[in-house]
């Protein structure tokens, strides 16, 4: 059997909801779709091990009912539970490959309504925070119109994207 087949059956598999974090080992393979929503993977390549969040809105309006920060449905949370891993496992934020993917418009005929932007500032502050936080992101695929499915292999921090849309900034 060679290390390819073996590897794909000891994978974990994981789907990312809006909202949703995972961070984990090599043998994690990390899966997502986004519209307006914007995905950010974190990977240290000696460490071998990253995460991927799924947020759906820039900042949330104060703590989870536990009075932690732990709702992944906003950026501002989701960077605070990287945070609490990059803690655990001792690392630090430039130690990273960063990517960030999506915020695709979803309304592209209702430019006026600010509401309707959301997924302008879902990309506005993730950037915001990630070099507030001292990540330099290496790759992105941001904007345009349409959604788009990230899958992220944490056991070499690769990342594949299908775009269907139209080209983003």
Aim: hydrophobic letters at 35%; charged letters at 20%.
């Amino acid at each position: 059997m060679n290390s390819q087949v073996a590897k794909s059956q000891e994978s974990k598999k994981v789907f990312l909801p809006p909202g949703g974090f995972h961070f984990g080992d090599h043998s994690t393979v990390i899966k997502t779709l986004l519209g307006s929503c914007v995905a950010i993977t974190l990977w240290h390549p000696l460490l071998m091990v990253g995460g991927m969040c799924h947020y759906m809105l820039p900042k949330r309006r104060g703590l989870d009912k536990n009075g932690y920060e732990s709702d992944g449905r906003y950026a501002d949370a989701a960077m605070a539970l990287f945070m609490r891993e990059l803690a655990r496992t001792g690392s630090h934020p430039w130690e990273y490959e960063v990517k960030m993917f999506g915020g695709g418009n979803q309304f592209p005929g209702h430019t006026g309504c600010d509401l309707l932007r959301v997924s302008d500032h879902n990309i506005d502050a993730g950037r915001d925070l990630l070099a507030r936080y001292g990540f330099s992101i290496k790759a992105e695929h941001l904007g345009g119109v349409g959604h788009r499915s990230v899958t992220f292999d944490v056991s070499n921090g690769k990342t594949w994207i299908k775009f269907d849309g139209l080209t983003g900034r």
